[in-house]
C-alpha cells in the first residue's frame, strides 16, 4: 500500500524535485524510529560544535559524518520499502537485503560516533576540567 502522502506523480521542475525529496526525509522521520535518534545526535552534535567553537576542516568533517548517516538512514528505508513491495511474505533473501541496508547505518553510526568524540571530545573534556577548577576554587 502507498503512503497517502505519496502522489505517483513524477516531478514536473526542480522545485517539485526538492518537494519529492523533503518529503521523503520526513517520512523516513516520521516512520523509521532510528531517524529520530539520528536527527537528535545531528542537532546535538551541530550544537556542541557551535558552543565549542570547532574550526572549518573540524566542521566539514563533521557535517560530513552527519551525512553519511542520513545517506545510509535514507538507502535502508528505500531498501526496505523495495524489498516489502517485492516480497510481501517473509523471506530469507529479503531479510538479507534489510539486514545489510540496516549494517550500513550502523556502521556510518558508528563511523559518526567516533568522529563526534574525536572532534568534540576533548573541547568539551577541556571546558568540563575549566567548570571543575573553578568550582573547586570557590
Same mark, same amino acid.
Given at each position: ?8 506523480? !513524477?516531478?514536473?521542475? !526542480?522545485? =517539485? ?5 523533503? !518529503? ?5 522521520? $516520521? ?23 570547532? $574550526? ?27 524489498? =516489502? ?13 534489510? =539486514? ?33 577548577? $573553578?568550582?573547586?576554587?570557590?
Amino acid at each position: 500500500m502507498i503512503p497517502p502522502v505519496f502522489s505517483p506523480i !513524477r516531478a514536473r521542475n !526542480r522545485i =517539485d524535485s526538492f518537494r519529492h525529496a523533503i !518529503r521523503g526525509w520526513w517520512y523516513a522521520i $516520521r516512520t523509521q524510529q532510528n531517524a529520530w535518534i539520528h536527527a537528535l545526535a545531528s542537532v546535538a552534535a551541530i550544537i556542541v560544535g557551535l558552543w565549542v567553537g570547532i $574550526r572549518p576542516l573540524e566542521w566539514a568533517a563533521l557535517i560530513l559524518a552527519i551525512s553519511i548517516v542520513w545517506v545510509a538512514e535514507f538507502f535502508n528505508t528505500a531498501i526496505e520499502s523495495v524489498v =516489502d513491495l517485492a516480497s510481501p511474505e517473509i523471506h530469507p533473501i529479503a531479510g538479507i537485503a534489510k =539486514d545489510v541496508a540496516a549494517a550500513a547505518v550502523l556502521v556510518g553510526a558508528g563511523g559518526a560516533a567516533i568522529i563526534g568524540l574525536l572532534i568534540l571530545g576533548p573541547p568539551l573534556l577541556q571546558r568540563g576540567l575549566m567548570l571543575l577548577a $573553578r568550582l573547586v576554587n570557590r
